[in-house]
């Protein structure tokens, strides 16, 4: 097993640390791991002076152990993920497990004098942000506003509590994707995380203020959250068939029309057929612009049988004919 020890107190000695120990001669953002120990890479930006975003996008290829240390300064850590961690609460740090489950993602928040383990079996996907506040950041604001800190407290509090019921909303997901999978087509570079750090960290603040009378995410149904991705992965991967409709996915689900419609709607920010349509166009652009496939050939694979009414979907989706270059 390979064992770090760390803490989050100085980002830049955290990134020469890490450099140190998986990959000395790199110059680039990304710190990247020896193929005896995972594939993949960590990335640490200093969005300021008082604010560390941290990236982690690899699969283990061996037995992990870190050990984040404990400091004084009672910095906050926003821990964003999608795959499984089961965690349990000790008196002096959290005891952390990864596995290679996917799930539909959830944040906790975690106050960083208390320490943690976290252990990362061979085989387990890792793909999380963190995002630190320095104490220094905070302490200004809080000491202005009682009632916030008292929020943020029992925000810390009810994401252990209750990290099985807390998923990401649709605009932290997609923050979230963009970070860890950035799409290949951007440039990548020290502001395109940065932007995406600081909006994702936007979207935990304004959480934390709605919570409690608006919309309490520790209240969901993690199971029926479960469901809606299980529905929405299987239309992803069936756009060759006609759409099924709602109510069969409802029963997909194993929940009544309605909540299967709003939850569905909640999380990917479109109806089912929004999204069915939505994934089919996209996959069809990837097929003609990507594979160089004939445009009759994409259209007899995704079941398309009206080709104006194909091309017009098409530009008003791109901005583009899909028939450009042929």
């Known amino acids: 097993m390979y064992k770090y020890s760390f803490d989050f107190s100085d980002i830049d000695k955290l990134r020469n640390y890490f450099r140190s120990q998986l990959d000395p001669n790199s110059t680039s953002d990304h710190i990247y791991f020896p193929p005896e120990i995972g594939e993949g890479y960590l990335s640490y930006y200093k969005i300021s002076p008082e604010v560390f975003l941290l990236v982690n996008n690899y699969k283990a290829n061996a037995d992990i152990e870190y050990i984040r240390q404990p400091i ?13 961690l089961d965690h349990q609460l000790e008196k002096d740090q959290i005891i952390s497990t990864y596995s290679d489950s996917y799930t539909p993602g959830n944040m906790r928040c975690m106050d960083s004098q208390q320490g943690e383990q976290v252990f990362i079996p061979k085989g387990a996907v890792v793909k999380s942000t963190m995002i630190v506040l320095k104490s220094s950041y905070t302490r200004s604001y809080f000491m202005k506003n009682n009632d916030m800190a008292e929020r943020v407290d029992t925000y810390i509090r009810y994401s252990h509590q209750h990290i099985n019921k807390f998923y990401l909303s649709y605009k932290q997901s997609n923050l979230f994707d963009q970070i860890v999978q950035p799409d290949i087509n951007r440039v990548e570079n020290y502001l395109y995380y940065i932007s995406r750090g600081i909006r994702l960290l936007e979207t935990f603040w304004k959480d934390v203020l709605k919570w409690e009378t608006e919309s309490n995410p520790f209240n969901i149904n993690s199971a029926q959250v479960g469901n809606i991705y299980k529905v929405s992965n299987y239309l992803k991967n069936n756009l060759h068939e ?15 029309r309605t909540n299967f419609f709003n939850m569905f709607k909640e999380i990917h920010n479109q109806t089912p057929l929004e999204f069915f349509n939505n994934k089919k166009l996209e996959s069809s652009y990837n097929m003609i612009f990507g594979e160089g496939l004939p445009l009759k050939e994409v259209m007899d694979t995704l079941n398309y049988s009206n080709s104006s009414k194909f091309k017009k979907s098409f530009f008003n989706k791109f901005d583009i004919y899909p028939d450009i270059n042929l």
């Open 242 to 256: 006609p759409f099924i409709g709602v109510d069969q996915l409802a029963a997909m689900a194993h929940m009544s």
């Open 72 to 84: 004084n300064e009672r910095d906050i850590i926003l821990h964003f993920r999608k795959y499984a």
